[in-house]
């Protein structure tokens, strides 16, 4: 039976939302025969998706010229479940990712009928729930006997090679060098190119001869890693707290930049701490950081931004004392001659710099 009363000719009838495992445990399940690590990623993406996504489902309140979006909180939803990326040659690498199919209806309790959905705001908050299923996913993995760690390309298992995982990242590869060739950068620009570059899956190997195949591009050290992976002889390192996790995110990202979002200081925080620090934890400790005065919130046209206190206190002395020391100087040099081994922009720069009369003097651009 048809669930919401209007069925409009172009109506949307879902979305799908898709979630993946991380490389290297996509490797140990379809390689290894690890299925305890697909079991913990059903499980991880199952579970966020009912205990976090569906409290956020909405739908349109339109009745007596009401404008606004009521939360409903439950969903329709079907996974639909992969383990292989498309392929690429011929041959497919380990992919496990499910998608999450929302059907385009939520029952609103208050008029008693279903509705069309609303998931733009649960579409914004996309990275905050893919932040939270890694650290629900790093904690099953954990109680499996498995190590969590951050590597090069994300989080992933500790023990499984980076070069492993470079052999089955063939697709995204791929991506990234016709990217590059193309001068492309951004995540828009680099999903066209995969559809055009998609291969039908029908051209992958049988599973028997693919396993074979994958088998083979393995050495024998990189072999005898795995093992030791799917065998679970990998130590852990320490276990690393909350305020930890903090200043250690605290002190990497404001060596960088002088302005960081709050998503990035919560991500980076839950990577460092994967599986001992939950965003909720996360977030705990930047309101801490805040009361503190370690860092403070300041308002822009990108939205809330965190800048470091001690950042803020020596850029406005250096300010002021720049200010105070404008005009205040005899110049360097009264007849400065240009070098013949400079470029007139060079040059530019040197007589600036010694005809001045300001204490301080600041250049920016190539050297």
Same mark, same amino acid.
């Given at each position: !039976? ?6 409009? !000719? ?6 799908? +939302?898709?979630?993946?495992?991380? !490389? /290297? ?51 329709? #939803? &079907? ?12 041959? /497919? ?9 929302? =059907?385009? &209806? ?17 579409? &914004?908050?996309?990275?905050?729930? *893919? ?37 089955? /990242? ?11 060739? $193309? ?5 828009i620009g680099k999903h066209k190119i995969g559809d055009k570059l998609r291969e039908s899956k029908k051209s992958d190997l049988p599973q028997e001869k693919l396993l074979a195949e994958r088998l083979s591009?393995?050495?024998? @050290?990189?072999?005898? +890693? ?5 065998? %679970?002889? #990998? ?5 690393? @707290?909350?305020? *930890? ?7 990497? =990202? ?30 705990? *400790? ?10 403070? /919130?300041?308002?822009?046209? %990108?939205?809330?931004?965190?800048? !470091?206190? @001690? ?10 004392? @720049? ?6 100087? *005899?110049?360097?040099?009264? +007849?400065?001659?240009?070098? &013949?081994?400079?470029?007139?922009? $060079?040059?530019?720069?040197a007589r600036s710099i010694v005809d001045s009369r300001d204490k301080y003097m600041g250049f920016r651009g190539?050297?």
């Open positions: !039976k048809r669930l919401t009363v209007r069925d409009k !000719k172009n109506r949307r009838p879902g979305y799908d +939302a898709t979630l993946s495992a991380w !490389k /290297s445990t996509s490797i140990m399940n379809n390689v290894y025969g690890c299925t305890d690590i697909r079991d913990a990623f059903w499980k991880a993406g199952d579970e966020m998706m009912i205990q976090e996504a569906e409290p956020e489902m909405r739908t349109r309140v339109r009745i007596d010229g009401a404008d606004y979006d009521r939360i409903t909180g439950n969903a329709i #939803i &079907a996974a639909y479940r992969h383990s292989n990326s498309r392929p690429v040659e011929g041959r /497919s690498d380990p992919h496990d990712h499910t998608h999450y199919y929302y =059907l385009n &209806a939520t029952f609103d309790a208050i008029e008693n009928r279903y509705k069309a959905a609303q998931l733009g705001d649960l579409k &914004a908050k996309a990275p905050e729930l *893919e932040l939270e299923f890694d650290y629900r996913y790093a904690r099953e993995l954990m109680d499996l006997g498995y190590v969590p760690m951050m590597g090069k390309t994300g989080v992933q298992l500790k023990g499984v090679p980076q070069s492993v995982i470079d052999k089955f /990242s063939r697709s995204s590869k791929r991506i990234e060098a016709k990217a590059a060739e $193309q001068g492309i950068t951004d995540g591009r393995l050495t024998d @050290s990189e072999r005898a +890693a795995l093992e030791k992976v799917k065998n %679970k002889e #990998i130590e852990p390192g320490p276990a690393i @707290s909350p305020r *930890e996790a903090r200043d250690f995110a605290i002190d990497h =990202l404001f060596q960088r930049r002088d302005d960081i979002t709050e998503r990035k200081l919560r991500k980076t925080m839950v990577h460092y701490g994967i599986g001992y620090v939950s965003p909720k934890q996360a977030s705990v *400790e930047i309101a801490d950081a805040m009361k503190e005065g370690v860092i403070r /919130s300041i308002d822009t046209d %990108k939205g809330r931004v965190f800048v !470091k206190s @001690s950042t803020l206190k020596d850029q406005g002395k250096m300010t002021r004392l @720049s200010r105070e020391g404008i005009g205040k100087y *005899e110049p360097l040099a009264y +007849a400065h001659r240009d070098n &013949a081994e400079l470029s007139r922009e $060079q040059n530019a720069v190539p050297a």
